[in-house]
């Protein structure tokens, strides 16, 4: 017996600041019936891929602030990640704002780490991922519908259970995922604290 596809239409919100194996993760993902939903270099780099790629400011109405730093904080994005799916009133809100349901979000962050060891101090405070972690958390929370990944090891994991469950992710493999968020965006956050502790003057 022949297994059909998941034809519903699907949305991927994809932001990675290290874009290895990205074509491996939009390839498969377009696959199973998936779009993109992205902005800035990763928006740019998944369109010379190849791949169809709506920009974030097409859903907010809103274009990128202050070089960057405000790209995905809008309360239209997180409306997407954080309604629950099988609430009525929920339910109807979210229609009524004529937006993407987004089921994965696919997240990395600024590597704090690597330039606080190079003591790159004109670099360290933009390496302070705000909008990163905030997808992530806010899919993790809503962990019933949506798959939060944040490593780039973990995209084979992905693929590999859509492949087995028709199009989508399983519950299992998506409170794996946010337990897993939540494990290493505390010890992002740790890492930052250390930093300014150790930087008072």
């Given at each position: ?26 390839s ?56 629950v799916?099988?609430?009525?009133n ?15 979000v ?7 780490e ?10 360290i ?24 990944v944040?490593?780039?090891?973990d ?25 897993k ?21």
């Amino acid at each position: 017996m022949v297994t059909r596809k998941n034809l519903k239409k699907k949305f991927a919100l994809i932001s990675v600041y290290d874009k290895k194996k990205l074509k491996y993760l939009c390839s498969n993902l377009s696959e199973n019936n998936y779009s993109f939903i992205s902005s800035g270099s990763t928006g740019e780099r998944i369109r010379s891929l190849g791949f169809k790629c709506l920009d974030i400011a097409k859903v907010t109405k809103i274009n990128q602030m202050f070089d960057g730093r405000i790209k995905t904080l809008n309360h239209l994005i997180y409306a997407s990640l954080l309604y629950v799916r099988d609430n009525n009133n929920h339910k109807k809100q979210f229609l009524s704002l004529k937006i993407p349901e987004i089921d994965i979000v696919v997240v990395n962050l600024y590597p704090f780490e690597k330039y606080v060891k190079q003591n790159e101090s004109k670099k360290i405070i933009e390496m302070i991922d705000i909008g990163g972690p905030s997808l992530l958390r806010a899919a993790s929370k809503n962990f019933n519908y949506i798959t939060p990944v944040m490593f780039i090891e973990d995209y084979n994991k992905l693929i590999n259970n859509i492949k087995v469950n028709n199009g989508v992710t399983d519950i299992k493999f998506r409170k794996m995922m946010a337990s897993k968020v939540f494990k290493e965006t505390s010890k992002y956050d740790k890492l930052i604290t250390k930093w300014f502790n150790e930087n008072k003057k």
